[in-house]
């Protein structure tokens, strides 16, 4: 019962529960007291306790002491007890003594002895429990005063304390930190004197800690005084002792061009911050800095930075402080023109064995080893609160560690993992994984469906997604069977694809999604069919049968032509179409083969002759008619120059040029009428005549069959000039046409054009 409050049966109880013993501790007032109507001896505070006591074979013995407060008025009684019930129990006492009480509250005077017994009763069970009453001699029973607790100083690790005893039985001290409940004793006894004044240090406490302190005393009799009201001191902290543990990571920054610079660092220890760390200064300045170019300084209180940098080789340096000041700094130099890609984790999961341990353990695949880039020193793992993501922790693992065990997390809050590998001072990106300690990984592998098949492959893809309820799954996988053939695939929010290998053709495969070996998903697919077998045994029978009809083919022809060899056609020759055709003669003379421009001549005074050259005797039988149609004779042509008109006098007859490679002239003496007029024969014949040696200087002269040509007459002299120009024209003729010339048939074309 409290001695401040008059309604309170109990004046005070602190029960202490310990491996299932109760510390109590009654405090009872004066005040408190009441008379029992059936005992006048018996004073209580309760009316139930005046009833008949338990006979003295079941009461118990308790290790009490009671104390005696002269100025409050009041007694103190605390004693130990064990219990195996987990309920709170109603304590309270009962004092008596040998002769009759007049006042309750005047018992308690400092020559009363007084009998004490402790009742306690636990309502909720309905047991009880009494103890043996014990006699307490008031005078002897004085409680030692309050003493008072003053703090003279302190340091980096320890207080400095003073007190004024009020017992001489010797006093004792205790200290906590502001922010626990734990008391700690600093020793069992420190002797003293009644009114002494004792110091005390306070040792081996944190640095920049507040801390709380109370002291009691006793007297001879071996009561306790109450503990002395508490005292708080903050020892004092020094500035942190070793620099933060820092790693990097540079980005390129699409948006300008520039790169982002992200620094992690790990907090530092208690021991080695040196008291309470308040925050991180990080500053960096470019190597080559320019005159009027400033450091570049900001003050965070978290265990990462991001800063936005342009291309270049920066210095940059990370300092923590606290109240005492700021401590050695870490050093970094970072090219961010010379910068590896880092390579990060793979398959990262977290899984819950809540509540047998109460904590997540994190599991991950460290980088495969590379030539291109550097070992990995260490890993970190670093987790945070999604509600507070500001309360950041991590600490870090060797490089030979693929899981790790964060203990002390909250059932009821989920947190963001990252596990990030660290090449010396540069750290890759991380793989980061939501989690919480009563469902393990919040994500979950959902439609799963085949995205390609072929012959001998199967690719199947999934989705990852956030949890959709209050379930735990350990291990995700996809399986892949058919009878006795199966393939399993372990699945990590880092894959979302995969193809099956090496499987069989044409066959049917089951393929399923499985969530802590439960089946999710079932999905039934077939491999495509295999053709090579199939072409294989076709090839050789087409093969086969061509070869057959190739064969036939041969076959037959040579047995036709052994047994049946052809017969010649004259219908088909071309001779017989020649001789089959009536109108071949018609063909013929329609047929143009001369152009008429090039027998065009030009006499002296420049005017232009033509020359026709006509039959005038007809062949002597059809039968001449029809050998070497082909073939031109001379002598069957008749040339007039339209332009002039000549006598009779000088038409001759024109020898036969048989030469020439390509003409075979026949032999036909006839003759080539020549009309030719000229308004001035004599000049004419003069013109012609000059013209005439000019041709024969041109052309070769032919034999007749007498000798030479007499070109002496002028009429022999007209006659050379029409004749052997014109003779010599058909022997240098690039193209001669055969074609046989009917009477009155008119040439217009014989050569083509004549290169002269």
């Known amino acids: 019962m409290d001695v401040w409050s008059p309604k309170l049966h109990l004046a005070a109880w602190t029960v202490m529960h310990l491996l299932c013993v109760f510390s109590h501790e009654v405090t009872v007032r004066h005040s ?45 009684c605390e004693w130990s007890q064990e219990s195996n019930s987990h309920t709170k129990s109603h304590v309270s006492l009962i004092f008596s003594r040998e002769y009759r009480v007049l006042s309750c509250p005047a018992i308690f005077a400092p020559l009363s002895v007084l009998s004490v017994t402790a009742r306690i009763k636990n309502y909720m069970t309905g047991t009880e429990i009494w103890s043996q009453p014990q006699t307490v001699s008031l005078h002897q029973a004085v409680k030692p005063s309050q003493p008072v607790l003053t703090v003279l100083g302190f340091t980096e690790d320890s207080v400095v304390v003073s007190w004024r005893s009020s017992g001489d039985g010797g006093c004792r001290l205790r200290y906590r930190v502001d922010s626990t409940d734990t008391w700690t004793q600093a020793l069992d006894f420190v002797p003293a004197q009644e009114d002494q004044t004792l110091t005390y240090t306070i040792q081996d406490l944190l640095m920049s800690t507040i801390y709380r302190a109370a002291v009691a005393c006793r007297s001879k009799s071996g009561i306790w005084s109450d503990w002395s009201s508490d005292v708080s001191a903050r020892t004092l902290g020094r500035v942190p002792s070793r620099p933060p543990e820092v790693c990097y990571r540079v980005e390129k920054n699409d948006s300008s061009g520039s790169f982002l610079l992200h620094l992690i660092w790990k907090d530092l220890h208690l021991r080695d911050a040196g008291s309470h760390i308040l925050g991180y200064q990080v500053s960096y300045e470019p190597v080559k800095r320019q005159p009027l170019q400033d450091r570049f300084i900001q003050n965070v209180t978290e265990v990462m930075a991001v800063l936005v940098v342009e291309e270049g080789d920066y210095s940059v340096t990370v300092t923590a402080f606290n109240m005492a000041g700021y401590g050695p700094a870490a050093h970094l130099r970072i090219d961010t023109q010379r910068q590896h890609t880092p390579l990060s984790v793979r398959n990262l999961w977290v899984s819950s064995f809540f509540p047998a341990v109460k904590g997540v353990l994190v599991q991950w695949e460290n980088p495969p080893v590379s030539s291109s880039v550097p070992s990995v020193s260490q890993l970190g793992v670093q987790w945070h609160s999604e509600t507070y993501p500001s309360t950041s922790h991590w600490n870090t693992v060797d490089n030979f560690t693929t899981s790790t065990v964060i203990q002390d997390v909250d059932p ?39 995205m390609g098949v072929t012959k001998t492959t199967v690719t199947v893809m999934w989705v990852w997604q956030r949890t959709s309820g209050p379930m735990r799954v350990n291990r995700y996988e996809v399986t892949l069977r058919k009878d006795s053939e199966k393939q399993t695939l372990s699945l990590w929010p880092d894959q979302c694809q995969h193809t099956f290998l090496n499987l069989t053709p044409n066959t049917e495969y089951t393929l399923c999604l499985l969530a802590d070996d439960v089946s999710r998903n079932l999905i039934l697919v077939r491999t495509a069919f295999d053709e090579v077998p199939a072409v294989a045994a076709v090839t050789p029978l087409l093969l086969l049968a061509v070869t057959v009809f190739i064969i036939s083919i041969l076959s037959r022809t040579l047995y036709k032509s052994y047994f049946f060899p052809p017969i010649s056609s004259p219908r088909g020759s071309t001779t017989g179409k020649w001789l089959m055709d009536p109108n071949h003669q018609q063909k013929t003379a329609g047929r143009n083969i001369l152009d008429i421009k090039d027998f065009q001549v030009t006499d002296v005074l420049g005017e232009k002759s033509l020359i026709t050259v006509s039959l005038t005797s007809q062949p002597s039988s059809e039968e001449d008619l029809h050998e070497d149609t082909s073939l031109l004779s001379i002598s069957h042509l008749i040339i007039k120059l339209s332009a002039l008109e000549l006598d009779p006098e000088y038409i001759s007859d024109a020898p036969v040029v048989t030469q020439h490679p390509l003409v075979s002239l026949q032999p036909y003496h006839s003759d080539y009428p020549v009309n030719f007029h000229h308004p001035n024969n004599q000049e004419a014949n003069t013109a012609l005549l000059c013209h005439t040696r000019e041709a024969i200087g041109h052309f070769p002269q032919e034999e007749e069959k007498g000798g030479q040509v007499d070109l002496s007459e002028p009429s022999h ?40």
Not at 416 to 435: K, T
């Open 32 to 76: 408190d007291l009441k008379p029992c109507k059936e005992d006048n001896r018996v004073c209580v505070t309760d009316d139930r306790d005046c009833g008949p006591r338990p006979p003295a074979s079941i009461q118990n013995t308790l290790n009490m002491s009671c104390g005696y407060q002269h100025t409050h008025r009041s007694m103190t």
């Open 412 to 450: 009821d809050e989920s947190y963001l993992i990252s596990v990030f590998p660290i090449y010396n001072q540069q750290c890759g990106s991380p793989r980061s994984l939501r989690a919480s300690l009563q469902q393990g990984a919040l994500m979950e592998a959902v439609q799963l469906k085949v």
């Open 717 to 756: 002299q007209i006659h050379a000039a029409l004749k052997c120009p014109f003779l010599d024209l058909i022997a240098k003729g690039h193209s001669v046409y055969h074609m046989t010339c009917e009477d009155d048939y008119l040439v217009n074309s014989f050569l083509e054009k004549t290169e002269v």
